[in-house]
């Protein structure tokens, strides 16, 4: 065989695997932009490392455990507030306590030391915002902090800006005055 047609040979395998290695990388690009598009990449985003890692994911999604069962304040309260260990021991004072990250906690809670948790969601000190009156007209937690209940690490899900919450309370046909907001 001439070195021509060895070389004409390659060329007809060649193509074809080009072709099929870019048909793959379509289709694979094509399913990861749906998965993408429909919010169905695990996991939704990572907040900030916290000092003991706690997965909402788990609790909120899989175990079904309800926000306010962690942050009891947050319906009749301004604020959601962190619960304290005592709340995290109902649970851990029985399950997973060897867990190196549980017996932390339980070792923080003995000692009464708090956990200081890197802050996810913050808003200037001029802007007054009270959780139980939006939670008592029933709107979502998840509307202002996305689908925590897919999350492992808390991530901020909303830039709360003056224009995302003049949008939602026209939406819900709520007060515009300056004064609500801004004491």
Request: aromatic share 10%; hydrophobic share 40%; charged share 20%.
């Amino acid at each position: 065989m001439s070195p021509a047609s060895e070389d004409k040979n390659m060329k007809k395998w060649k193509t074809p695997l080009w072709a099929a290695v870019a048909a793959a990388c379509v289709v694979l690009l094509s399913f990861l932009a749906t998965l993408v598009y429909l919010d169905q990449l695990y996991p939704v985003g990572l907040g900030p490392r916290q000092p003991i890692p706690f997965s909402h994911r788990v609790h909120a999604g899989v175990k079904k455990i309800s926000c306010f069962m962690c942050h009891s304040e947050a319906h009749r309260s301004s604020r959601a507030g962190i619960p304290p260990l005592q709340t995290c021991l109902l649970c851990h004072s029985r399950i997973i306590r060897t867990y190196p990250y549980i017996a932390k906690l339980r070792a923080l809670a003995a000692s009464n030391q708090p956990v200081i948790w890197a802050r996810v969601n913050w808003l200037p000190e001029f802007v007054y915002f009270d959780h139980s009156m939006h939670i008592q007209r029933g709107i979502d937690c998840g509307h202002c902090h996305g689908d925590v209940s897919r999350m492992d690490r808390v991530s901020k899900a909303r830039k709360f800006q003056m224009g995302f919450c003049i949008q939602c309370h026209r939406y819900n046909r709520a007060t515009h005055d300056c004064f609500t907001c801004h004491r």
